[in-house]
């Protein structure tokens, strides 16, 4: 099952243009948003994250849009430039258990052409 | 700055041997992860720690064990390896109560032949 839905798997950009990668969620115990990022050859490092009081986040280039009614939330890259060519995952965390975990989308690989 | 290291980028071990990840963080953070991860399915959890000699199973923790005898380190066992235990290992890291700040190491890719 599930519990974080991330689409597109893949994603080609020209520079320049904007990226958009979308999840959504099932659970609205959910309270933290992450979005990582992945090079080759690394491990995911956080990028952005949200938390469900509040409808948008920018950081520089890297917008999170958030509709908590929707159970949905996105990130947007604009001015698309290779150098973001990467792998990027939704994330989302809750307690469970007395203990928060935090669930992933399945990734999402963005390909910026030049 | 923040460092997660994984002892390995790249191990292959044969099936039925046991095989050890080993996973150490310098950031004195109290939690520890151990993920896998395979192209369609994501980052999916195995097992994870919130303190030193406890352990608390994620959502795929079969045929996996797990070892946090120094708040530092974190090791994987694959009691018996299996050709379906193949795939990129993540460690991580964070701070109790900011699980989802993640710190990860670089990655080990088992191969199981």
């Known amino acids: 099952q599930q519990q974080v839905k991330q689409s597109p798997q893949s994603l080609i950009v020209q520079k320049g243009g904007i990226s958009i990668i979308n999840c959504a969620y099932e659970?609205?115990?959910?309270?933290?948003f992450p979005w990582y990022q992945q090079f080759p050859g690394k491990g995911p490092a956080l990028l952005i994250a949200?938390?469900?009081?509040?409808s948008e986040k920018k950081e520089g280039r890297f917008t999170i849009s958030f509709n908590k009614s929707a159970k949905q939330f996105s990130l947007h890259i604009m001015d698309s430039q290779p150098g973001d060519s990467a792998t990027y995952f939704c994330?989302?965390?809750?307690?469970?258990?007395?203990?928060?975990?935090?669930?992933f989308g399945i990734g999402t690989k963005l390909q910026v052409i030049p | 700055d923040v460092k997660v290291t994984q002892s390995s980028r790249y191990l292959v071990k044969r099936t039925g041997e046991k095989v050890f990840l080993e996973c150490v963080q310098d950031?004195?953070?109290?939690?520890m992860f151990w993920y896998r991860q395979d192209p369609g399915l994501g980052l999916r959890l195995i097992y994870f720690?919130?303190?030193?000699?406890?352990?608390e199973k994620g959502d795929i923790p079969e045929g996996y064990s797990v070892s946090r005898e120094k708040k530092e380190r974190f090791s994987l066992i694959l009691e018996s390896a299996s050709t379906n235990q193949t795939s990129m290992y993540l460690c991580?890291?964070?701070?109790?109560?900011?699980?989802?700040?993640?710190?990860f190491g670089s990655g080990t890719q088992l191969s199981v032949l």
């Open positions: 991580a890291s964070s701070l109790l109560g900011f699980v989802g700040k993640l710190f």
């Open positions: 659970n609205t115990a959910f309270d933290y």
């Open positions: 949200i938390r469900p009081d509040v």
């Open positions: 994330a989302a965390s809750t307690n469970s258990g007395g203990y928060q975990k935090v669930t």
């Open positions: 950031m004195d953070h109290e939690n």
């Open positions: 720690s919130y303190d030193v000699k406890m352990k």
